[in-house]
């Protein structure tokens, strides 16, 4: 499934979410599919792991089929995910923080929760 994912050309802006402060022992991607299942059909999850120790970075991503589900998660003000409260974010604001550290205002697209 991620293969046949990994392959499309898709717009995954509001779909894709950023997983941030996971447990060390979060190695493999079962502990984020078995928490996040519940808000809507998961597309792909992937956790960062170092190449080196195969130890968890501390984040990870999961994308959903759709909008909807997405927007579930920021409706769910605790994620906790193998014992550990996690921060959650559309993964694309994530990247225009850190790629524009410097800039005084950040655009940032807020889903309406309503």
Not at 51 to 69: A, C, N, Q, W
Not at 93 to 100: D, E, G, K, S, T
């Amino acid at each position: 499934m991620a293969q046949h994912y990994a392959n499309q050309n898709v717009d995954t802006r509001n779909t894709k979410i950023y997983v941030g402060g996971l447990p060390w022992k979060t190695r493999n991607y079962e502990g984020l599919r078995s928490y996040f299942q519940k808000f809507g059909e998961i597309i792909h999850v992937n956790v960062v792991c170092d190449r080196e120790t195969g130890r968890s970075e501390g984040y990870g991503f999961v994308t959903f089929r759709d909008v909807e589900s997405a927007t579930r998660v920021y409706q769910n003000p605790k994620s906790v995910i193998d014992g550990r409260e996690a921060k959650c974010n559309l993964a694309y604001i994530c990247a225009r923080v850190n790629n524009n550290q410097n800039a005084q205002q950040v655009e940032v697209y807020v889903p309406n929760w309503n």
